[in-house]
């Protein structure tokens, strides 16, 4: 069973090396394969309007941070990142944090989420938010320069709350 709940300072010990490996691969988030500690913390827990974990058996294997999307006359639409523990994929852990960030972003008042970069070639990624009510609105072309791939297109993808 996952449990969902707000991260603390002290959770980032367990989440750095969940989202380090991530963004190290250069392969789905546009932030730099050399982002030091320091900076994801200030990545994934000072700039968010909020972070959560997901915890299994008492261990963090997932995060998600909500903000507004942009500030001012666009702070309505939230967005939202997530990781999962490579060694936890699979298990609909993504899914479950992705069900609890939209039931988050409503109970915040938001009256949107939008993506802004989902690299197409991570395909997983796409399918599961597809199921979770988004849609590809939009394509930059090329926009990810992918460490394996080189030049990759990125969808933003975006569903409106009724």
């Not at 960030?101 to 991570?122: D, H, R």
């Amino acid at each position: 069973m996952i449990e969902i709940r707000r991260a603390a300072n002290q959770d980032f010990e367990a989440i750095w090396p969940i989202i380090h490996e991530v963004f190290s691969k250069g392969d789905t988030y546009s932030f730099s394969p050399d982002t030091s500690k320091e900076e994801g913390f200030r990545i994934w827990m000072d700039i968010p309007l909020a972070t959560y974990v997901a915890l299994k058996n008492g261990q963090i294997v997932g995060t998600y941070f909500i903000k507004p999307n942009q500030p001012g006359l666009g702070a309505h639409i939230c967005n939202a990142g997530y990781i999962i523990n490579s060694n936890c994929r699979g298990e609909g852990i993504g899914r479950a944090l992705c069900e609890h960030s939209l039931n988050e972003a409503k109970n915040l008042e938001f009256k949107g989420m939008q993506f802004n970069y989902v690299v197409s070639t991570n395909r997983v990624a796409v399918e599961l938010w597809k199921k979770c009510g988004f849609k590809i609105v939009g394509t930059l072309y090329n926009a990810c320069n992918h460490k394996e791939k080189g030049f990759v297109d990125v969808y933003i993808m975006y569903q409106w709350f009724d």
